[in-house]
């Protein structure tokens, strides 16, 4: 049902002003019975386009990093050959044996999980739409862009501009899961790097001294229960303004790949960690590999978990980005201009999350 702007921004603040997120409204649904709000029900013509796009029984790759230690070696050479066609073709892809513990991984999900699911009092001195705040909770960055809400809260740990996490800014029922994913999640991403730039056919090094990993920003999701979960999106189709986005999902299931028009599925993997090729990635590979559009579901019956960290390399001027000087040939001239991460981002998050590229800013 279409509601008028005046009506909506009032409902939109009244539940912001709560203070306790999408889990609130389940929590104090009367009977345990949700009753969907207006604000979070998708617009007639999004779930029409929906109809025109169908779904697929393909699945993103699955990358074996067993072995890629083994430097020269022809194991490590298929491994880099698999990340360079899913980056090419799909922008998304499963990785196993990456390294990190199970119980680090578990544990992560489960300290997201128990921050989003404690009383709502606790967490009302997190909730902030402040950019400047390094912690904070909300729901949905966009809250009063969007045209419609998406079911989701998020824990928000915003590594862009301080590099250096202090631990003592984190909520203590998340503090030491947190700390520790990020030290095991950081020395993975640097062999990521390393086999992304070989991909590309770079010196290993090459990424890391671009510095790509070095501002970054960690997600927590908490997606509710939702009664309908086609009438609302847990997460609005988009790209990630990012290098790359390592993502860290429970069992439940939910996100899904835009692939040839197709809607593709990524099925939960015990352990595994998914990566995706962010815009940045896209506009320094000079259109080599590619950011794709990707969106979210809520489950009937489950709250579903996610950790997702977006790594977005240096993002205080003067420091510039553009397509690498040796991805540019004549058969594949310059695509974008240099900018900076800064200008980037201003960009990217003056608007709602939505499936319109953030790639024509800066395309030439």
């Given amino acids: 049902m279409e509601i008028l702007a005046d009506d909506r921004t009032k409902q939109l603040r009244a539940f912001d002003d709560t203070k306790a997120g999408v889990k609130g409204l389940v929590d104090a649904a009367v009977g345990g019975v949700v009753d969907i709000p207006n604000i979070f029900i998708r617009p007639p013509d999004e779930v029409a386009e929906d109809l025109e796009v169908s779904k697929t029984g393909l699945q993103v790759p699955v990358i074996d990093l067993h072995g890629v230690g083994d430097k020269g070696s022809l194991r490590r050479e298929n491994i880099i050959n698999e990340i360079k066609d899913a980056s090419e073709k799909w922008g998304f892809f499963q990785v196993v044996n990456h390294g990190i513990p199970t119980k680090v991984l578990e544990d992560i999900l489960k300290a997201v999980r128990g921050f989003h699911e404690q009383d709502v009092e606790m967490k009302k001195d997190y909730y902030w739409r402040d950019p400047e705040r390094m912690v904070k909770f909300n729901t949905n960055y966009d809250l009063y862009m969007s045209r419609a809400a998406n079911w989701r809260d998020t824990l928000i740990i915003d590594m862009l501009k301080n590099y250096h996490l202090d631990p003592q800014d984190l909520p203590s029922i998340c503090r030491e899961a947190t700390v520790n994913y990020i030290d095991h999640l950081m020395k993975f991403v640097d062999t990521l790097l390393e086999l992304l730039s070989e991909a590309l056919g770079l010196e290993p090094s090459y990424l890391k001294r671009l510095e ?147 790639l024509n800013y800066v395309r030439i």
């Fill in 212 to 358: 790509c990993e070095k501002g970054k920003t960690l997600a927590g999701h908490y997606y509710p229960a939702c009664p309908e979960p086609d009438k609302t999106h847990g997460l609005n189709k988009h790209t990630d303004a990012s290098f790359i986005t390592l993502l860290l999902q429970d069992d439940i299931g939910g996100l899904q790949v835009l692939h040839q028009n197709q809607w593709a599925n990524v099925e939960p993997i015990p352990s595994a960690l998914v990566v995706n090729i962010g815009d940045l990635l896209q506009i320094i590979s000079n259109d080599k590999f590619k950011s794709v559009i990707h969106r979210a579901f809520g489950n009937v019956t489950r709250a579903r978990t996610s950790v997702a960290c977006f790594f977005h390399g240096v993002a205080t001027p003067p420091k510039t980005y553009g397509p690498i000087e040796k991805l540019i040939t004549k058969e594949r001239p310059q695509m974008y201009c240099e900018f900076t991460v800064k200008d980037y981002m201003m960009k990217f998050y003056s608007r709602g999350l939505d499936e319109k590229s953030g």
